[in-house]
Nanobody, 124 residues
């Protein structure tokens, strides 16, 4: 079992930056694959980025190409999402998720553990 708590969201103007954090409980964080997803009002939850247990990374190229960076600090049991050059269309609730198998996946169903989410609001 792992519990996830996101932080770092808030209001920001277009072109600004935010760094989201996801703190995980438990002693086996380094073995989990970690993902970031987001959900805008009225839309499905969509994949943003993921990092596997070995540090391999995948992104949703279309939406975050060159602007977002995922990273992890196993010593701090934390995964981060650095978001630069934010756009109004990035407005959403951002969720982190953990995959016990250790993979980085675009599929929501791969993740067995989810945080409560943190709101990011980008104004134009």
């Amino acid at each position: 079992q792992v519990q996830l708590v996101e932080s770092g969201g808030g209001p920001v103007q277009a072109g600004g930056s935010l760094r989201l954090s996801c703190a995980a409980s438990g002693r086996t964080f380094s073995s989990y694959g970690m993902g970031w997803f987001r959900q805008a009002p009225g839309q499905e939850r969509e994949f943003v980025a993921a990092i596997n247990r070995y540090g391999g990374i995948i992104y949703d190229a279309d939406s975050v190409k060159g602007r977002f960076t995922i990273s992890r600090d196993n010593g701090q049991n934390t995964v981060y999402l650095q978001m630069n050059s934010l756009k109004p269309e990035d407005t959403a609730v951002y969720y982190c998720a953990a995959d016990q198998a250790g993979w980085a996946s675009r599929a929501r169903d791969s993740y067995g553990f989810w945080g409560q989410g943190t709101q990011v609001t980008v104004s134009s």
